[in-house]
């Protein structure tokens, strides 16, 4: 039986806007009432909220409670977008849900601040709905692929990377939309679930994840999954992304580059999903992608007691990225790119 279901990441009620804090999980349930902009931005710094299509969710809420108060507050509506897209460099979802806020702005900014309080909530409403949906879609789409492409009658070992689940979007997930949807017709042997150091997004949210949804796993070092590869015991690696570029390279959480790497070397598929908001079609490759650079104390300490010596500094990234070339396919809910994952290709997800 479920041990529970997995908690919504986060929600609106009246005009408050609540964030489930993820640094609690897995042992506690607990909402962050978000009553302005700046709540919304310590919280996505601070990676009680985290993933890319849910950062871009509440960045729309950060937007929304902007206008919340009656009376303006001392930065500028741009200065506000400014102050939200720097709380993290990485993942687009943030940066494309600001430019449609600031389109949005544009066509009402002769409006009153309270007319604008309601549009904004509207349409941070229907930026959570609307990842919802594209999870679905996605889901059913990459199972179906890896039923067609992967499958070969024997239930799957699938390795998955940090959390690109319900907790990383405002639906079911991305990868683990995926994984939910192969599980529903029986295809899932097992989840290799890396723990993905030093947040361990893997071993506090995926595995919880996988305890919620009944769905068999196993918790691994992230240094594990080489060896796993070795002794057959990985037939698929799905992960999500937070970034891709217009030929397809990819940033992910750190650590992804190097299962991309050692998955070609023992001819494993290797699988992404993301919604097309993930898409950052500006950018030619990986190379123009930001990686986050994180606080070595993140790294050198762990639940608040120092590993390290207090003399030994530390470097902490928080992505890498996975050249298109080591891609097996590409899965969005307009559809998959595989068999050579190119510009062009991409290019025909958006018509
Ligand atoms: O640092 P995080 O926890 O925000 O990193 C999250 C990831 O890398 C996820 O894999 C990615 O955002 C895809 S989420 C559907």
Redesign the pocket.
């Known amino acids: 039986m479920a041990v529970t279901q997995t908690p919504q990441t986060a929600f609106w009620e009246g005009d408050s806007y609540f964030v489930l804090d993820q640094l609690l999980l897995p042992h506690r349930t607990t909402y962050i009432e978000c009553r302005t902009p700046e709540d919304v931005e310590a919280a996505i710094i601070n990676?009680n909220l985290?993933?890319?299509?849910l950062?871009g969710a509440a960045a729309s809420a950060g937007v929304a409670l902007y206008f919340r108060s009656p009376a303006a507050p001392p930065c500028s509506f741009d200065g506000e977008i400014a102050k939200l897209l720097a709380t993290r460099p990485t993942?687009v979802n943030l940066r494309n849900v600001l430019e449609e806020s600031k389109k949005i702005y544009s066509q009402n900014s002769t409006k009153s601040r309270e007319e604008l309080f309601k549009i904004f909530l509207d349409f941070s409403k229907r930026v959570h709905l609307r990842d919802a949906e594209r999870n679905i879609r996605m889901g059913e789409i990459g199972a179906d692929f890896v039923k067609k492409r992967i499958y070969k009658g024997e239930k799957l070992k699938i390795l998955t990377?940090?959390?690109?689940g319900a907790l990383?979007?405002c639906g079911s997930?991305?990868?683990l939309s995926v994984i939910r949807a192969l599980n529903k017709q029986g295809l899932v042997g097992k989840v290799w679930v890396d723990e993905t150091r030093p947040?361990l997004?893997g071993a506090r949210l995926t595995a919880f994840e996988m305890l919620c949804e009944e769905i068999p796993h196993e918790i691994i070092t992230d240094s594990t999954a080489g060896w796993l590869m070795h002794e057959n015991e990985v037939d698929l690696i799905i992960?999500?992304?937070?970034r891709v570029a217009a030929n397809g390279d990819l940033a992910?959480?750190i650590g992804s580059y190097s299962l991309s790497v050692l998955a070609n070397f023992h001819k494993i598929p290797f699988i992404s999903a993301?919604p097309l908001e993930t898409f950052d079609l500006n950018i030619p490759d990986g190379r123009s992608i930001v990686i986050e650079k994180r606080s070595d104390s993140e790294l050198l300490s762990f639940n608040g007691v120092r590993i390290a010596h207090t003399g030994c500094h530390g470097l902490h990234l928080?992505?890498d990225v996975v050249p298109a070339g080591l891609l097996f396919a590409l899965v969005t809910e307009n559809g998959v790119v595989s068999d050579g994952i190119s510009a062009e290709k991409i290019s025909r997800l958006f018509k």
């Open positions: 990676m985290r993933g890319a299509p950062i993942a990377h940090c959390n690109a990383a979007t997930g991305t990868a947040y997004q992960i999500g992304a937070d992910n959480k993301m928080g992505f």
